[in-house]
């Protein structure tokens, strides 16, 4: 019976709500204009223009005017209960601490700026100059932090608080409540309260007797939010491929939309614990405390430099109507690791350090450190040089293993070049007695080539670190303004491909020392062994080539990488030089060398895998060439 009570009461206010647009159609349309007489003459500039004038009233005559019956008939069928708010005057409403300033307006009960007072942006103008400003989150007037409420008898079936005008109730320094009240005596109430030393506020949303105000069934309301991200950083195509929107389904790990191409994500129901915009450095998130996000979707539009916003995010989700209050934490501000961390959900997983092991290495191995020299030391590039000799003090064995296979190698160089004059041009045989040599004397041609492998997991780690952690932002070290983007050394007159208006000068330095150092190493080694002459030039060439092509790529990353790479480099031709001089005895190789020679032979490992193939390859070889005969 109440179902169809229900059904009836819907019918008859859709048919109610027709009726009065009908009404009002007809009462807005404007007046036919009269078909102009074949017989009048044509009107003059003068004529057309008292023709335009409205007429004089009619004296005794009443104005026309909307009904106010009709006014009020059509805002009930629009917000339904929440007709009292939808009308009022915007205001502004702020509380701050030591950190940020936040501003409400009470057109929605929303957030209208987040201002961070320990922070400024800093945009590059065409001219490539540096023009700075305060960081201010959240401050579009395009973005939307709104609700669609359930309300019953409405044209849309839904209300949105972003055209409800709240009551504002300020309860001391740091917290104030926002209502949307109904003609029934309920309201839906936003409440804030500002964290008095972090970047986070205290958000709850409660519906107070709003039973008789919301569709029947209905027991959640869809928050839609929609934010024009700002431009933060110097380099703004690096900074828009680092922002996107995260989330994190219950129980799982946070997962995040595509971050440079437009993408959408939609989880149906499974359970959300929080979603987040996020630029390179800074974060808008929400988590829920008491329940659980369902219906969430996620995307992402990308913009171009020309645009005024770096990228649209978006993010939609259902909140509960009808569990008591849903309590909420809102955090704006810095992606800084400890305090994301401390929330213990692990919102830090939104800092872009990676994923995987090399996201690990960066979380609970260099970020720690940096952290713990940072306490002692002022200059964020000194921290990277003692970080680098750490890392290089760490990985010392695999360095001195590399040397010392090089040095092995070396030490048969006289005899490879015994084989070289006795065999001439024929690579393939070569190979194979070169092989021979290795294995008599039990030498690993690719022991120096092991190490190099060993490190690469941290060097993918530190390629993401350097850009995401927010401590190297504008952290500046000799002619470098800011570690966490390029530095200029020396800027160019106009636009080249592959290195853009600007030469980086840590970037030069690193290939000048990369092609020493790959120079210095391949004098140490004999690659003869190695396969074909012609495949040995290739991969000659591509040693020396491979630092010339990153030069493009590291000419426009953030020159905390490749500052630690320059000092990684000056450190390595330092541990070589010292190992090889000082601390490895080439006598006692060469004797060690000789013993090993004189040993039985081990058989089934890879040597003579390794020379099973290369003869097998010679003898392919050699019946082409019976063949051509």
């Known amino acids: 019976m109440e179902e169809k009570q229900s059904n009836l009461n819907t019918v008859v206010g859709i048919g109610l709500i027709f009726l009065l647009l009908y009404l009002w159609m007809q009462y807005s349309a404007p007046p036919a204009k009269p078909k102009p007489a074949t017989d009048q003459p044509a009107q003059t500039a003068d004529t057309a223009a008292a023709a335009t004038t409205p007429a004089a009233p009619v004296p005794g005559a009443t104005p026309t005017a909307p009904s106010d019956s009709l006014k009020s008939a059509l805002q009930l069928a629009r917000f339904g209960a929440f007709t009292p708010a939808a009308s009022g005057t915007e205001q502004t409403t702020t509380i701050d601490n030591e950190l940020m300033r936040v501003t409400f307006t009470n057109k929605g009960g929303r957030i209208k700026e987040v201002f961070l007072k320990k922070y400024n942006k800093i945009n590059t103008d065409p001219a490539g100059n540096d023009v700075t400003g305060p960081v201010?989150?959240?401050?579009?007037?395009?973005?939307?932090?709104?609700?669609?409420?359930?309300?019953?008898?409405?044209?849309?079936?839904?209300?949105?608080?972003?055209?409800?005008?709240?009551?504002?109730?300020?309860e001391g320094k740091y917290t104030v409540a926002f209502r949307a009240l109904t003609n029934t005596g309920g309201y839906l109430e936003q409440r804030y309260t500002l964290s008095p030393d972090n970047y986070h506020l205290d958000y709850q949303v409660s519906a107070n007797a709003l039973q008789t105000a919301l569709t029947p069934g209905q027991t959640s309301m869809r928050l839609n939010w929609v934010n024009h991200l700002d431009k933060l950083e110097r380099n703004q195509t690096y900074e828009r491929s680092m922002s996107s929107v995260y989330y994190k389904i219950n129980d799982q790990d946070p997962d995040y939309?595509?971050?440079?191409?437009?993408?959408?994500?939609?989880?149906?129901?499974?359970?959300?614990?929080?979603?987040?915009?996020?630029?390179?450095?800074?974060?808008?998130?929400?988590?829920a405390r008491n329940f659980s996000f369902t219906g969430f979707t996620g995307e992402t539009m990308m913009l171009t430099d020309a645009d005024s916003d770096l990228k649209i995010l978006r993010a939609t989700a259902m909140v509960p109507l009808n569990n008591g209050p849903a309590n909420m934490t809102l955090y704006s501000g810095p992606n800084e690791f400890d305090r994301l961390h401390s929330y213990g959900v692990t919102l830090e997983d939104l800092i872009p350090f990676g994923a995987s092991i090399f996201g690990a290495i960066n979380r609970w191995v260099i970020q720690p450190m940096f952290v713990f020299l940072s306490q002692f030391i002022g200059s964020a590039g000194i921290v990277i040089l003692v970080l680098t000799l750490l890392v290089k003090l760490l990985l010392y064995p695999l360095t001195y293993r590399m040397v010392f296979s090089q040095a092995k190698m070396a030490a048969l160089k006289p005899k490879i070049d015994e084989l070289r004059k006795k065999?001439?041009?024929?690579?393939?045989?070569?190979?194979?007695?070169?092989?021979?040599?290795?294995?008599?004397?039990?030498?690993?041609?690719?022991?120096?080539?092991?190490?190099?492998?060993?490190?690469?997991?941290?060097?993918?780690?530190?390629?993401?670190?350097?850009?995401?952690?927010?401590?190297?932002?504008?952290?500046?070290?000799?002619?470098?303004?800011?570690?966490?983007?390029?530095?200029?050394?020396?800027?160019?007159?106009?636009?080249?491909?592959?290195?853009?208006?600007?030469?980086?000068?840590?970037?030069?330095?690193?290939?000048?020392?990369?092609?020493?150092?790959?120079?210095?190493?391949?004098?140490?080694?004999?690659?003869?062994?190695?396969?074909?002459?012609?495949q040995m030039k290739v991969m000659k060439y591509m040693q020396y080539g491979m630092p010339v092509m990153f030069m493009f790529f590291f000419n426009t990353f953030a020159s905390g990488l490749t500052l630690y790479l320059c000092f990684s480099n000056l450190l390595n031709i330092g541990q070589t030089v010292?190992?090889?001089?000082?601390?490895?005895?080439?006598?006692?190789?060469?004797?060690?060398?000789?013993?090993?020679?004189?040993?039985?032979?081990?058989?089934?490992?890879?040597?003579d895998r390794f020379e099973a193939a290369m003869k097998e390859q010679q003898r392919v070889q050699d019946e082409k060439a019976k063949k051509k005969k």
């Open 136 to 170: 201010r989150l959240l401050e579009d007037d395009k973005n939307r932090f709104e609700y669609l409420i359930p309300v019953a008898n409405t044209a849309s079936g839904t209300v949105s608080t972003s055209d409800l005008y709240f009551t504002v109730a300020k």
């Open 257 to 287: 939309c595509n971050c440079k191409a437009n993408d959408s994500k939609s989880l149906n129901e499974q359970p959300v614990q929080w979603f987040g915009h996020t630029n390179q450095f800074f974060n808008s998130s929400i988590i």
């Open 578 to 607: 010292v190992t090889k001089q000082f601390l490895i005895d080439h006598d006692k190789i060469r004797a060690q060398l000789e013993a090993n020679k004189n040993k039985p032979k081990k058989t089934g490992g890879w040597r």
């Open 423 to 534: 065999f001439g041009a024929d690579q393939q045989a070569m190979s194979v007695e070169t092989m021979k040599l290795y294995s008599e004397f039990r030498v690993n041609p690719l022991g120096g080539c092991l190490p190099i492998f060993l490190q690469m997991p941290i060097w993918f780690a530190l390629y993401r670190f350097f850009p995401a952690a927010i401590e190297f932002r504008q952290a500046s070290f000799l002619w470098a303004a800011d570690l966490s983007s390029y530095d200029v050394a020396f800027k160019l007159p106009t636009y080249i491909w592959g290195f853009g208006t600007h030469i980086s000068a840590f970037t030069l330095i690193w290939v000048v020392t990369t092609l020493w150092y790959t120079w210095y190493s391949m004098k140490q080694m004999d690659t003869s062994a190695m396969g074909a002459n012609d």
